[in-house]
């Protein structure tokens, strides 16, 4: 039946903010049925604007309020520190430079070049009493660094300097923001209120607050700041890569709030120190700051590990005293439809990223026609990065003293900053919306079939939001209308592109047309339910072997095995709870015993001795148990893909025995051979090929000594790798064919073992006699293509041991 209610647009009311006052309008709407968010309600920040040629009075009369400053659109006693005026950019640039860590650098900088100089003889060609040389040629080297100094600080600098031009910034970029997210941006009230009380406080305090978001879309950029300017909240400096500073986009960007960065700093001293003092700067001086907690944006959907650079810059800044405290606000931002996801797809298939350009970036935004639905912003709350440290230091061994910072050593230092980084990211998924997309599309690709019909997937949708809550998640609002019409908008947005619609039949049936770009939405819900997939993904070792249930049930050590297992080999792929593995295989083992997916057979002590699917499941389809193993299994198949892969990389009986790979090489055969595999029957999840699930895998091989990662002497050399000799496979001595055993085989059937099962295919049979001969035609080919002379050759082999550095930094807990 059609609702009567407004269009969803119009049905959330604005926020109110005249000076000081925030006003949130009284509403109907507290976000569905049922309370949802324990009563958290929402409301829609940023409404549609009028546009010209609909109504050009209305839209006159939007310019001339932006432009004149009226009411909260004048952005006037702003909760912060004086931004916005002639000379701030001059002042803050004052203030870098006079910072004793980097006149430090400057001079010590200054004192290698001129003692490297007098080493080589330089001073002594130059007439004159050879100290009064020294010091000349020390003021030269200090003058020149300086130069460079003023001339990165130049490029890096954000200058905040019009208010004019940022009133007008955001009107523009309202505009184009709410014609392609033509719902608007919705924010919980209560967060926004809670955000704007502790932005007073810290303002009070001179403290900033670092506002740590994921990030998935260049418009993550945009809602923060919009959301900040319409709460009078001040701007933060946003970090932004030095990609995007090009022609007429750059300077935009940097007057409404960038602050560039290389991305990537080399063995570059003075750069580095730059950065921390500008870094030491904002947060001495109380400014509001921003960076993404992933580093660059996740083209899978899911939360990426940390990325520890900037974060150790903040981290310093507190440890070392320079600054007293700042405050940490984990921001999750979610889309009904994400704009770049057909460009993700084309970069995780292994096109080269293209480089930026204003023309590419207006032209993949589209935003004066898309309907993409809306943004989702949430705030978890806020806390002292003080306080943090200081509870870390009394875990450490030593019990080091919160003031004491500069006893840390360098390993307690990593252990802090990586604890940070995990915190944050836990605190994001603990606040993220799961959005009607991700729904749609996570229900999509969990079930069986070529399609499913309209009653069958609103009845999935619904439990899935049911699930979603019980295991603590947020499901976006719906403003009380039926699933049914929730599902239908988001199939609109999505696209025909993306999901299909059969016509001509009983009823309405949907399938997922690209399945690879839809896994992208799919992710975004994975977080919630990992371990009871792992859990799901370990019984399927004995599920697949078929026969009644006395032989698929498994006992609970095998469970605990293979469980530990998965979780060593997932990692730095998810998020998993703190309390660790015994405690979270117990809870969960509980929680689907509750939900009647489970049977525990226990002793009378209550210890468990087997766990098996419940009868009602096996009478339901096992369709709840089939939803946890369809979320892993394209993982899973990804890290089969890698390790079949490795055993194609194993050295040929006519050649040099210890080659190295280039390892960016190496990881696009394993692409070539996954897409083969895959059109070939023997994979069946396409998303398994993407390089950054296969990229993931190397990295914990290398954690593993599996492989050997080593960088050559150059900062800019590509890294090589091998198999390490423990792990390579055996050759037959006769035909030069790999061998099924070994220890490298052993683990790749230990992956295989939770591996979906093909309806035409066997595992350990169709391993050992079709793929094993195909990963070994693709490993040949690298062989034969390896530079002459041996990159080895480039590599410091006496030291080897110790500069073995994997592709990426991955921990956190186990399951």
């Not at 370990?538 to 095998?558: E, L």
């Not at 390896?786 to 050759?793: I, L, Q, R, V, Y």
Request: with cysteine; charged share 25%.
């Amino acid at each position: 039946m059609p609702s009567e209610k407004p269009p969803v647009e119009q049905s959330a009311p604005d926020l109110e903010i005249v000076g000081n006052q925030l006003t949130i309008h009284p509403s109907g709407f507290t976000g569905g049925p049922e309370p949802q968010d324990d009563h958290i309600t929402e409301r829609n920040l940023v409404h549609h604007m009028a546009r010209f040629r609909e109504n050009p009075f209305d839209f006159l009369r939007e310019v001339s309020l932006y432009m004149s400053g009226t009411g909260w659109r004048a952005y006037d006693d702003v909760i912060g520190q004086p931004i916005f005026y002639n000379g701030f950019s001059e002042r803050m640039k004052a203030n870098i430079l006079a910072s004793p860590m980097l006149r430090g650098k400057v001079t010590e900088l200054a004192e290698v070049r001129l003692a490297l100089e007098e080493k080589d003889g330089l001073l002594h060609a130059q007439e004159g009493p050879l100290d009064k040389r020294r010091v000349q040629r020390r003021n030269e080297l200090e003058s020149n660094l300086k130069e460079v100094v003023d001339s990165m600080l130049d490029n890096m600098i954000c200058k905040m300097e019009s208010k004019r031009f940022i009133r007008g910034a955001y009107y523009l970029c309202t505009q184009l923001l709410t014609r392609a997210y033509h719902q608007g941006i919705h924010v919980s009230s209560e967060e926004v209120l809670r955000l704007r009380s502790v932005a007073e406080e810290a303002a009070r305090k001179k403290q900033s607050i670092v506002f740590l978001p994921c990030h998935k879309s260049h418009v993550d950029y945009v809602s923060l700041q919009l959301i900040c300017y319409r709460l009078g909240i001040g701007l933060p400096v946003v970090v932004a890569g030095d990609n995007l500073n090009i022609p007429m986009l750059g300077p935009f960007l940097q007057h409404a709030g960038a602050m560039w960065i290389r991305r990537s700093f080399g063995n570059d001293p003075l750069y580095h120190t730059v950065v921390q003092a500008y870094i030491d700067t904002l947060l001495q001086e109380g400014f509001n700051f921003e960076c993404f907690i992933e580093g660059g944006r996740s083209r899978t959907g899911k939360l990426l590990s940390p990325k520890f650079g900037i974060l150790s810059f903040i981290l310093d800044s507190v440890i070392s005293g320079r600054v007293d405290d700042t405050i940490i606000c984990p921001v999750s931002t979610q889309y009904d439809k994400v704009i770049e996801t057909e460009s993700y797809i084309s970069e995780l298939l292994g096109q080269p990223k293209p480089k930026e350009n204003l023309a590419d970036f207006l032209s993949a935004s589209s935003v004066l026609s898309l309907q993409l639905g809306r943004v989702d912003v949430r705030f978890h709350e806020p806390w002292s990065l003080k306080e943090f440290i200081g509870q870390q230091l009394t875990r450490l061994p030593n019990q080091i003293d919160p003031n004491g910072g500069s006893q840390l050593n360098q390993k307690e230092r990593g252990r802090i900053l990586r604890t940070l980084g995990y915190r944050v990211l836990s605190d994001i998924n603990d606040v993220s919306v799961m959005m009607p997309t991700a729904l749609v599309g996570t229900v999509l690709l969990t079930l069986r079939g070529r399609g499913v019909g309209k009653g069958e997937l609103v009845r999935r949708v619904e439990w899935l939001c049911e699930r979603v809550r019980a295991k603590g998640g947020r499901v976006a609002h719906f403003y009380r209308y039926p699933t049914e019409v929730v599902v239908d908008r988001a199939i609109e947005v999505l696209g025909h592109q993306i999901v299909g619609e059969i016509d001509g039949l009983v009823e309405p049936t949907y399938y997922a047309v690209d399945r690879f770009q839809l896994s992208f939405y799919r992710n975004m819900t994975i977080h919630l339910f990992i371990t009871e997939a792992l859990v799901s993904a370990a019984m399927y070792t004995r599920i697949k072997q078929g026969g009644g249930p006395s032989y698929q049930r498994i006992t609970y050590s095998d469970l605990l095995s293979q469980v530990s297992f998965l979780s060593q080999l997932f990692r730095g792929e998810f998020i998993f709870p703190p309390e660790g593995l015994t405690t979270n295989l117990e809870r969960t083992i509980q929680g689907l015993e509750k939900d009647d997916v489970i049977t525990v057979t226990r002793e009378p002590s209550g210890t468990p001795l087997y766990v098996e699917l419940s009868e009602s499941e096996r009478k339901c389809g096992r369709e709840n148990y089939d939803f946890y193993c369809f979320l892993i299994w394209p993982f899973i198949e990804a890290s089969w893909l890698g390790t079949v892969s490795l055993l194609g990389l194993t050295p040929p009986l006519d050649g040099p025995k210890e080659v190295w790979i280039d390892l960016k090489k190496a990881q696009d055969n394993a692409q070539l051979l996954g897409k083969t595999l895959y059109h070939q029957g023997d994979l069946s999840y396409f998303e398994a090929v993407n390089k950054e699930t296969l990229k993931n895998s190397y990295q914990r091989f290398a954690e593993e000594g599996i492989i050997h990662v080593v960088r050559g002497k150059e900062s800019r050399a590509a890294p090589v790798m091998r198999i390490a000799p423990e792990w390579t496979p055996e050759r037959d001595p006769a035909t030069g064919k790999l061998l099924a055993r070994g220890r490298l085989w052993d683990f790749t059937e230990l992956i295989a073992q939770s591996r979906r099962e093909g309806k035409n295919r066997r595992d350990g049979a169709t391993v050992s006699s079709r793929v094993l001969i195909m990963s070994d035609a693709v490993g040949r080919i690298l062989f034969q293509s390896a530079a002459s002379p041996n990159p080895e050759d480039s590599v410091d082999v006496s030291s080897r041991q110790k500069r073995r550095k994997d592709i990426t930094t991955g921990s956190g807990a186990k399951l």
